[in-house]
């Protein structure tokens, strides 16, 4: 079953919403669509973002959602045409940067915290925070014609926040030569160094995002969520209080409808039938 979805913020573009919405069976598909923008971090597409990822979080047919892209790119960061019209502002527009700084820091907070894996599928360019926005993905497929880069050093702005999610995705060095040189990455370069899963053919990131998200949906909803909360927890504790925190995930997992009913089906050589629970 195929449903579609447009999403308009409350101050989107009158050319249409930055965003569209559709659903194909369980997986939901988020478009970025301000192609003519470059699919910009705009103060539009934030809220769109955020308003969507809030709906999808109480969803529960939805099991996994793939983001992509039209265009030219797949986001090439923040709008600065936005952020220096404020510059005229009484405060030099530092509020207003504040406020769209904290709302894309809640819209990836917000994709960490879905409980439906969300994988990205990345066609062409992705920058600062649209490079960002593919490292805080779960799960990342990118063509063969896609590079990713941090180049806020070459205009005076460090790319600080994209830093964030850049440095828990690949090696600290790997990370460091991105921001510190602003150079673009290619396609091969961004799976070896571990920011996207695999490498596709050009036109193809979207389909094979697809076959992914539908492997995941396969699952017991219920196990694939508690997996993604826990995996994210642990990552910020140290050794000692991650195996701890894992011990008590693993003994209510064990406990649960599905984790008997797949440990059932192994040993009598069936499909599992899950309940989600």
């Excluded at 030219?72 to 005229?88: I, M, N, Q, V, Y």
């Excluded at 990345?122 to 014609?145: K, M, P, R």
């Excluded at 990455?185 to 697809?210: F, H, K, M, T, W």
């Excluded at 949906?217 to 997996?227: N, Q, Y």
Aim: glycine residues 6%.
């Amino acid at each position: 079953m195929k449903a579609q979805f447009s999403v308009r913020a409350a101050r989107g573009s009158a050319a249409g919403p930055p965003l569209l919405r559709e659903d194909i069976g369980n997986i939901a598909v988020l478009t970025l669509d301000r192609p003519q923008a470059r699919n910009t971090m705009s103060e539009a597409m934030l809220a769109a973002l955020r308003q969507e990822l809030e709906r999808l979080a109480a969803h529960k047919r939805i099991r996994a959602v793939v983001l992509a892209a039209n265009g030219p790119a797949f986001s090439a960061g923040h709008d600065l045409k936005e952020l220096t019209a404020h510059r005229a502002d009484p405060d030099h527009g530092r509020s207003y940067t504040r406020q769209i700084m904290e709302s894309c820091s809640a819209v990836m907070l917000a994709i960490l915290r879905l409980p439906q894996p969300v994988i990205a599928a990345v066609e062409a360019t992705a920058t600062a925070a649209g490079c960002q926005l593919v490292a805080t993905c779960d799960l990342a497929v990118a063509s063969s014609n896609a590079k990713f880069c941090t180049p806020g050093v070459h205009i005076g702005l460090f790319c600080s926040t994209p830093m964030v999610a850049l440095s828990r995705n690949v090696g600290r060095k790997h990370a460091m030569e991105m921001l510190f040189t602003g150079d673009m990455v290619s396609a091969d370069d961004a799976y070896r160094i571990g920011l996207v899963n695999r490498v596709v053919a050009p036109g193809a990131a979207r389909e094979q995002a697809l076959k992914l998200a539908r492997k995941i949906a396969a699952k017991s909803a219920a196990v694939v969520r508690l997996g993604k909360e826990a995996f994210y927890r642990q990552l910020e504790m140290n050794i000692v209080d991650a195996y701890n925190y894992a011990n008590e995930v693993m003994l209510t997992n064990m406990m649960a409808r599905d984790a008997e009913e797949g440990m059932s089906a192994f040993v009598e050589k069936r499909t599992p039938i899950w309940e989600d629970r």
